[in-house]
């Protein structure tokens, strides 16, 4: 298993590579650029002017030269400054953006796994009876329907058609992530206390989503898996249903699982964009795209270049755990 691990971590570097190269390509291609945006309305500037900040920035050189700059810089941990922010881009997603993700979406990833296995695990077992089916409907409800769209009812229902139950504390204040008027000597419990009430809707919409999604793979795996001739044959020796779920049947069902919980922990720490922007959460999702938007560029390919690197290794960590949850998976 040593010696494959190390082959992918090598075909990692070429991979990387291109993914990067494919990014900063998108990324500076697209119409406009900083210098753009800075003198947006700026009616006293010159064209002179503009160009000289071009040639400061390097703007003026051709989209492949500037790829072998940034690429020079960023192997030495250099990803330059933040446009809007003026801090430098690692620091700015590192400290200001990415526990805000993490706050919001490890819980949400945790607590709807715990629920939609049992949940799966339940409805494959009582195949067509009346809870299946209402899990089922459900299930396909809340993966048919817009995130967008469903985040908007809900703000509408809670902070709006209800204001007397939720005092709008379920709406973030412009101002940023918690209340303005805490104290700035408040302790870590009444900071997190504050940060928990306009955590709760977004992360119940990120619930939603995630719990509907693994309850219809858990499902499908384990109905797949009770129609297996171990599975039969087992029953037929007299051992107990409990027994024969458990040991035998959930353990090959849970493999594709580890599939989809690898491959969602990238999308962990880069947040959920729809849903960061409707409840105006500062995460990393947020970030991307109010970074688009205004094109600082050093801020999208930090968090994109993040984005590629984990999902590359937890590709390679969920490869690796299949060995430990499947005995019948060896690489030699």
């Given at each position: 298993?040593?010696?494959?691990a ?15 190269l494919?990014i900063?390509?998108?990324?500076a291609?697209?119409?406009g ?17 503009i ?27 250099n ?6 922010f003026?801090?430098?881009a ?10 805000n993700?993490?706050l ?12 939609a296995?049992?949940l ?18 459900l ?8 995130v ?34 805490l ?7 009444v ?15 990120l ?9 219809r793979?858990?499902r499908?795996?384990?109905l ?13 020796k ?13 353990r ?7 599939t989809l ?34 094109k600082?560029f ?30 019948r998976?060896?690489?030699?």
């Open positions: 298993m040593g010696t494959y190390l082959r992918r971590v090598i075909q990692m570097i070429p991979l990387l590579l291109v993914i990067s494919l900063f390509a998108l990324t291609l697209q119409p650029d900083p210098v753009d945006q800075l003198v947006f309305g700026n009616s006293n500037i010159t064209p002179e002017d160009a000289r900040l071009k040639a400061a920035y390097g703007l003026d050189q051709p989209w492949i030269t500037r790829y072998f700059f940034w690429l020079k810089q960023a192997v030495t941990g990803f330059g400054y933040s446009q809007d003026g801090v430098p690692l620091d700015f997603v590192f400290q200001s953006r990415l526990p993700t993490l919001l979406t490890v819980p949400a990833l945790v607590i709807s796994t715990l629920i296995v049992p799966g695990i339940f409805s494959a077992v009582r195949q067509y009876s009346a809870l299946d089916y209402v899990l089922t409907f299930a396909f409800l809340a993966v048919s329907a817009p967008f769209w469903v985040g908007a009812l809900a703000l509408y229902f809670f902070a709006v058609y209800l204001p007397g139950a939720t005092g709008g504390a379920l709406s973030l204040p412009p101002g940023g992530l918690g209340s303005p008027d104290p700035a000597d408040a302790s870590a419990w900071v997190f206390a504050d940060k928990l009430k306009y955590l709760l809707l977004p992360m119940m919409i619930m939603l989503r995630e719990i509907a999604v693994t309850l793979f858990m499908a795996n384990m797949e898996t009770l129609t297996q001739d171990y599975v039969r044959t087992a029953r037929a007299g051992l107990a249903d409990r027994r024969v779920l458990y040991k035998h049947a959930l090959n069902a849970v493999t594709p699982i580890v919980l690898g491959l969602s922990i990238p999308g962990l720490f880069g947040g959920a964009v729809i849903t960061e922007t409707v409840f105006s959460w500062p995460g990393m999702g947020k970030a991307i795209l109010d970074a688009l938007v205004s600082d050093n801020v999208v390919m930090v968090c994109l270049m993040m984005l590629a690197v984990l999902t590359v290794v937890f590709q390679l960590l969920t490869d690796l755990a299949y060995a430990i949850v499947d005995p998976i060896r690489y030699a």
